[in-house]
């Protein structure tokens, strides 16, 4: 019989999972990059195909060293639940990358931990304070002034209205994502979480194949293998240190992934963000610390 996984014990200091997660988080935003880049010559679909196909092979080695950890049929199915909620999120949150600047989607993207907190009373049966009801408005704010930037320069065409409106459907699919990362974390090891996650979405995306499918060149395989490393190491670490520290916690620290997508933004695809971008990832972000400002203290 599978053996429950159990965590560190809560004695371990906070500093460990908050690295942890800050090293998910920049490796994340680095393959973000990686594939937008896949993504702009090959389509999103065989991109994310690629890049979780070489995951599934990459973390089957960890998991054979691991003892080849088997979750039961419950967790199994949490496992493919919160599969089909990333892939949906990760399909469209790369639709819209590949229609706006990285910073800008990443800015857009934070809007997430504002809904968390209403997926939280919903699924958790936590009380909606006035709080984050305040956070939520000031989250749209910012995202009608990054809105405002870039329709004031004169660059928001069709496309670009597509790609926002994916990422902000996007971030809601991520905010559920964000309530279920913290249970998944306390019912599976990280080594576990990650092969499976891998697997189930590649079988999702290779379901839809035939629609999408692009034959990749040495050039979008690489981007596609980095992508995949990039991806797994995230998964590690993210996994880890959520097993260990309350979510309200840690969620903060997706705020750094603004500073590296802007950064990979810049070195790789020439993108420069205006006043308005920051002004309004600065809105979301006062939103996010003042909805979830009460939980941390407690914590």
């Known amino acids: 019989m599978r053996a429950a996984f159990t965590p560190n014990p809560p004695a371990l200091p906070v500093l460990a999972p908050v690295l942890a997660v800050v090293a998910g988080i920049a490796a994340f935003s680095v393959m973000d990059a990686a594939m937008k880049a896949a993504s702009l010559v090959l389509g999103v679909g065989t991109a994310l195909l690629l890049r979780n196909l070489f995951g599934t092979l990459l973390t089957i080695p960890l998991w054979l060293a691991k003892g080849r950890p088997t979750p039961t049929r419950k967790v199994a199915l949490f496992h493919f639940q919160r599969s089909c909620v990333t892939s949906v999120m990760a399909a469209l949150f790369f639709y819209g990358l590949v229609r706006?600047?990285?910073?800008e989607g990443m800015a857009i993207?934070?809007?997430?931990?504002?809904?968390?907190?209403?997926?939280?009373?919903?699924?958790?049966?936590?009380?909606?304070?006035?709080?984050?009801?305040?956070?939520?408005?000031?989250?749209?704010?910012?995202m009608v002034v990054i809105g405002a930037d870039r329709f004031g320069a004169g660059q928001y065409g069709a496309e670009a209205v597509k790609g926002t409106a994916a990422i902000v459907l996007s971030a809601v699919f991520y905010a559920l994502n964000l309530v279920m990362q913290r249970k998944q974390a306390l019912l599976a090891g990280?080594?576990?979480?990650?092969?499976?996650?891998?697997?189930?979405?590649?079988?999702?995306?290779?379901?839809?194949?035939?629609?999408?499918?692009?034959?990749?060149?040495?050039?979008?395989?690489?981007?596609?293998l980095l992508g995949a490393v990039l991806a797994t190491i995230a998964l590690l670490f993210l996994s880890w240190g959520y097993a260990r520290a309350e979510a309200q916690v840690l969620v903060p620290v997706e705020y750094t992934g603004f500073l590296w997508a802007t950064l990979m933004g810049w070195m790789v695809f020439g993108e420069r963000p205006g006043l308005g971008i920051v002004a309004g990832a600065a809105l979301i972000v006062t939103g996010c610390w003042i909805g979830t400002r009460p939980a941390q203290n407690n914590t």
């Open 100 to 103: 706006i600047p990285m910073a």
């Open 109 to 142: 993207s934070f809007f997430a931990p504002i809904i968390a907190l209403y997926f939280a009373a919903l699924l958790l049966g936590e009380t909606i304070r006035p709080r984050a009801i305040f956070a939520a408005l000031l989250g749209l704010v910012g």
């Open 190 to 224: 990280p080594v576990e979480i990650a092969l499976f996650q891998n697997l189930n979405v590649t079988v999702l995306f290779a379901l839809f194949a035939p629609f999408y499918w692009t034959m990749p060149d040495a050039a979008s395989l690489a981007w596609t």
